[in-house]
């Protein structure tokens, strides 16, 4: 029970000085600006206004969620332990993992908040566009939480073991894995039906794409803009699915974060 | 409560890993309701010692009790307070906020948190208007005072401070000092390590030397003073020229007629020398080495 309360305490002084920081600001008026700059795409697009504004708008909302993932997120262990106040907290009655799991939840916080701050804006632009502004967008959003909890537990992760410039690298390049995994797969797919690999190399490389696609978090699956922009039926208990999916891989990167923390030395 | 036995402690650093041995063989015991003072010089490896105690650090090998559990043991943290060498802390809180924050780590709530944040800041003398400003704005005296302060938030068992004087000045230091002496009295052990040599004979029950890696002395102030050379200042009524002089015996400052013999060998052959030359002896005093005089002489026979 006192872990728990550990871990919200730890998560609420993560969130306090997380909104402290002015790297996030900077992201968050700038996705809340592009936000409103969708409503002139809209308008200059040769695509129906309405669709252009709500696909570019859950673009924005994952991306600056990108952002403040990377650029606060991989910042917040480390700033711990060069600021040396880890000293001071690892000395108290917690485990380094209700360490690990506070500040994840402390930045998924400042996280939610910011797409929760989004979503008004984006209502808002509907509304204001008259672009038939449905409950069922919700489920986009909610999705791109889902992939981002996953990047802020990779982010956290990377910053356990490696400096901060390595582990933003890192994390971009899981993302950029994760979210193209799928389209890799596809890819190698077609030109094995295509018949254009043949030997030793074609198999390799399809090798490579399984691997990239069963070891990496498909993020792939948390972007439905398509369906709900078109307003095209999701497949029965999809979101359900997807965030258990997105629970285990958080559980497993917490608990590779939380394993490689406590053998940490704080000198 | 802490027993300490053959404790060894590696760092590696650099992009090959080079190994360093900040500790190669420290064993002391600390028993329940003392003030244990942990001396020695930079480098020495008290600081390492302390970060093995509260968990910060990994061991190579040996062993390590605290209150009876390993440190690596959330359960060993339940027991100790600690405040490290210049105590860094999230300085967009207040001081009363920080409280509060270790405070509820620690599972004090409500009522009973605001009456040990009293408790704490009054004994460190730290209740001041000073508390509800933004750490940022701290001295290096306010932060160690709070730094006390949030480690005694818990009313532990065991007290662990790193150089819990330095940046005060005289007045921070003896409220300090009090406070050590005051918690002790209700049954708190203190660990701490200090350069403040004079502080440690003042208030520790027994003192543990560490130089090099190694504990080279450990016991009561007066075990180690008086295991330690003591000087011998002899006052002879009569100049002596320097050529003359035995070996070890050398002139105190500008005084020419007192003699400082570094043992009993040297008092012995000086006496002697007096006697043979017919010069009068006036009077002899007989000064016990400090702790600071025992740990120059350790650092000196390290170097050798």
Redesign the interface.
Known sequence: M?NI??IG??AL?TF??SV?NKVLYNIVFLAIALAFFSILLGEWSVFDRAHVIKSTTLSIMSLSGLLISVFVGISLVQKEIQ???V?????????RAVFIVGKYLGLLGVIAVHLALLTVVYYVILALTGSNPTLSLLSAVYLIFCEMAIVVAVALLFSTFSSPVLSALFTIGIYMAGRLSNELMEQVNFVRRVGEIEGGQGVVLEKVASVIHAVFPGLYRFDISAYVVHSVALPTHYIFWNSLYALGYIGVFLAIASWWFS?R??? | MIEVENLQKTYHSGFFMRPKKALTDVSFHVPKGVIYGFIGPNGAGKSTTIKLLTGLLRKDSGKILVAGFDPSKVESRKHLGYSPEQPYFYDYLTGRELMRFYGRLNGLDGKPLEDRITWALSLLNADKDWIDRRLRTYSKGMMQRVGIAQAILSKPELLILDEPMSGLDPVGRKDVREAILSLNKEGVTVFYSSHLLSDVETISHRVAMVVGGKIVREGTVDDITSNASAEYHVHVAADIPDADLPQDVKPQGTTPREWVCKNAEARDRFIDFCLKSGLPIERMEHQRPSLEDVLTEEIARAEH
């Open positions: 006192q309360k550990n305490i730890i002084n306090r000085e402290r600021g040396r106040t000293l001071t907290l690892l000395s108290k009655p917690i485990s053998r030395d704080f000198v």
